[in-house]
C-alpha cells in the first residue's frame, strides 16, 4: 500500500514499511526501510528495525540528485536496488522468527532498540 514516499505491506505479525526521504540540507534522499513487530510497542520509535541505504552505500549515487546521471539509468538502477536489497528481504522475512533470524545477522546489536532485544530474549549489552 503506498501514501506519498511511504509504502507498507504487512501481515499477522509485521508491518514492513519503506520511505523515500530528501534531505533537509541538498538534493540528496534516503531510502529508509524496516520492520515494526505487531505485538511489541513502538514508544517513541518509528520502526523497530531500521535499515537505510544512502549516498554512502553501494549504488547510493543514484540517490544524489546533485549528480548528473541521465534520468533514464537512475530509475532502472533504483528500481534495481529496491528490487535486489529491499524486496528481497522482505520476501524471506515474513514473521518474528524470520526477523529475528535477520536480526542475527547483523554486525552489531548496538542498532537494535532494547524493548525488541527484551522481546526477543536478546541480551543486553
Known sequence: KQKGN??????DYLLKTIELQKSD???????SYGYTIKKVPLNDLKRHIFYRINSQTEKG????????IPLDLRESGL???VKDQIVKEFS????ENDLLNQIKKLPTLNTVPLVVKDYFGIPRE
Open 6 to 11: 511511504f509504502w507498507t505491506q504487512e501481515n
Open 25 to 31: 540540507y541538498s538534493n540528496l534522499y534516503y531510502n
Open 61 to 68: 549515487d543514484l540517490l544524489d540528485f546533485e549528480n548528473d
Open 79 to 81: 528500481s534495481q536496488l
Open 92 to 95: 524471506i522475512v515474513n514473521n
